[in-house]
């Protein structure tokens, strides 16, 4: 059980290292290719679209063919694909390849929490298993910058992607032995294609400041919302729809300040890949260590969530001219932990709100609004100065701040007031 826990953990850190690795590369990508931020915004959110909007429905196919089988081959097709993206000729290309590895990795993550979810009944060990689960995924962010700055500076930005090859083989090995039955969850195909279409409209509208495509994305938002209703009835389950906002609003922090974040350590401070890995230390060394004590904490998220306020005032207060060098790692520190102290519980959260059987579909709806929230700070705060940037970031989350507090104290407090 252990080796096949390990392989799903692995699986996992290799979809998510895709989402952070790439970020110290995006300047030699430039340099290769000759292109715009709005460009290198897609080389970002072709994996980050197809796997939000594909997330939403890979969660039922997990459930419907079996979530060991799915999460085999989704690991398969990663590493094929990965390879593909490594030999790309061209950024139009690379684009392309990236959302079809997003594609294949929106089976391999639902279908890894539902494997867990069924082979580990509700309770305290269920509970440290998240844990551990959620860790994989710190790991995966800490280890993305490093690594691919390292990369980057051997052999360039392919070999971020040829890193997956071996990952894969090694994954797919360990977990060849994970059969579990299938559930009778009916796949609904088509509303997929719209919540990717709908997904990468809103994009490319805040990046190309594209009024076609936000004519398009209305029109869509309008069918989804009127006749592909029951497609989405995960919403209908109590209290998830909160919890999807929430995941949306620090993903949406966490994706723009990655990619900002590069960008300005690397072209404005002139540091290099490796160094930048080296400067997000502050950030990923929480999200790695915490999550194991942070599923302990009662009301996690009423410290986490907050905390990334804080931690984006900071970051905006150093983007905004000379300070103390030590203000952006403090920044950085304390979104880092303001995250460890959020996704664990949120997790959590949204998978002891359903039966097992359809964890594998919350799961992946919760994924899906998350990477909808990076991508769309990827494309609005890649348009800002950075100190506006964090700004934005600060106010996005800080709208969410109602959801995670205790009504009661919602409640205690405006009395105090009145």
Do not use: H
Request: glycine share 12%.
């Amino acid at each position: 059980m252990r080796l096949r826990f390990f392989g799903i953990s692995l699986g996992y850190f290799m979809v998510l290292l895709d989402t952070t690795i790439l970020g110290v590369a995006l300047p030699d990508l430039r340099r290769d290719f000759g292109s715009g931020t709005a460009a290198l915004g897609w080389v970002v959110n072709g994996y980050t679209v197809a796997f939000a909007a594909a997330l939403i429905g890979g969660g039922a196919v997990a459930d419907r063919f079996g979530p060991g089988r799915v999460f085999r081959y989704g690991t398969a097709a990663f590493a094929a694909v990965s390879g593909l993206c490594a030999a790309a000729p061209s950024l139009e290309v690379l684009v392309a390849s990236r959302a079809v590895l997003g594609l294949a990795g929106a089976v391999m993550v639902p279908a890894s929490l539902a494997i867990i979810s069924r082979l580990i009944p509700a309770g305290p060990e269920r509970v440290r298993m998240l844990g551990v689960w959620a860790m994989t995924a710190g790991v995966s962010v800490a280890a993305g910058p490093l690594l691919g700055g390292g990369l980057v500076e051997v052999a360039g930005w392919r070999a971020t992607f040829l890193v997956n090859v071996p990952i894969g083989v090694v994954t797919w090995w360990l977990v060849r032995g994970v059969r579990l039955p299938a559930s009778p969850v009916r796949v609904r195909w088509v509303p997929q294609v719209g919540a990717a279409v709908l997904v990468a409209c809103l994009a490319e509208a805040i990046t190309g400041r594209s009024v076609i495509a936000l004519g398009v994305g209305v029109v869509v938002l309008a069918w989804l919302a009127g006749s592909q209703r029951e497609a989405f009835s995960i919403l209908g389950e109590a209290g998830l729809v909160r919890w999807f906002v929430v995941g949306g609003a620090v993903q949406f922090l966490f994706g723009g300040l990655l990619f900002v974040g590069a960008l300005m350590l690397q072209e404005t401070r002139m540091l290099t890949p490796v160094e930048t890995g080296v400067a997000f230390l502050p950030l990923t060394v929480p999200i790695m260590v915490l999550p194991l004590f942070t599923t302990r904490v009662r009301r996690a998220m009423v410290i986490g969530v907050p905390l990334l306020v804080v931690g984006a005032a900071v970051l905006a207060s150093a983007a905004a001219g000379p300070v103390s060098p030590w203000l952006p790692a403090v920044g950085l520190f304390v979104v880092g932990v303001g995250i460890a102290f959020t996704f664990p519980p949120l997790v959590a959260a949204v998978t002891s709100a359903v039966p097992a059987a359809r964890a594998g579909e919350a799961g992946g709806m919760l994924n899906a609004t998350r990477q909808v929230g990076a991508a769309l700070g990827v494309a609005s705060m890649g348009l800002l100065p950075p100190a506006w940037a964090f700004v934005l970031a600060g106010v996005v989350v800080l709208a969410v701040v109602p959801l995670v507090v205790p009504r009661r104290r919602l409640l205690s407090g405006s009395r105090r007031l009145g």
